[in-house]
């Protein structure tokens, strides 16, 4: 259930928290909007939220992806908590659970989809731009120390064991554990 006592908490925008406040009680006046937030304005009504500045700073990116994540955190303002924030907050879509609704039209969508040469490459110029060159020869390196054979090196070996030593499995998880390697299979 949507709670209105959870807030509206503006730390994520460029604009006045009274602007913004207004376009969302005027965005949520119109009955076609779906949106939790909106459908929550017109259920409860604007005065059962409280507007509030929480964080003011001149850094955007900082603000964005770094405060809002911790303001979303502390005040428990993600849908699954009973909030109206859809993502755990900053760039993206981190948090956010589609409806059955929206994933049934996404996969109805993209059956049959075949991609042409040309978009693959797009796709495939995209996927490489996201990842630095720096970072993509510092994780080749790390790679060069593995024995491809036995997939980690030697040391590897020794410090994953060493941070298992002195672990103590309920018998539950030994059956489960038991059970996940009975169904593995492996390749020659």
């Known amino acids: 259930m949507l709670s209105p006592t ?20 005027s965005a949520a006046k119109n009955k076609k909007s779906k949106s939790i937030i909106y459908a929550g304005i017109r ?26 994540k911790e303001f979303i955190v502390e005040y428990k303002t993600h849908v699954s908590e009973g909030g109206y924030n859809l993502t755990m907050g900053g760039e993206g879509t981190i948090g956010y659970i589609p409806s059955e609704e929206t994933r049934r039209k996404l996969s109805v969508a993209g059956k049959g989809r075949v991609h042409s040469e040309e978009s693959k490459q797009k796709i495939s110029e995209a996927g490489k731009r996201r990842i630095s060159v720096e970072t993509r020869q510092t994780r080749a390196e790390g790679r060069k120390d593995r024995i491809l054979l036995h997939g980690f090196s030697e040391e590897h ?15 539950e998880h030994r059956r489960k554990l038991s059970e996940s390697q009975k169904r593995r299979i492996y390749e020659e």
């Open 157 to 171: 070996k020794r410090n994953l064991s060493k941070s298992q030593q002195g672990r103590v499995f309920s018998e």
């Open 6 to 25: 959870n807030g509206l908490n503006y730390k994520n925008s460029t604009q006045s928290i009274e602007i913004r406040w207004k376009k969302h009680y």
């Open 43 to 68: 259920k409860y009504g604007k005065n059962a939220f409280t507007i509030e500045e929480l964080y003011q700073s001149t850094d955007l990116e900082y603000t964005l992806n770094v405060k809002e």
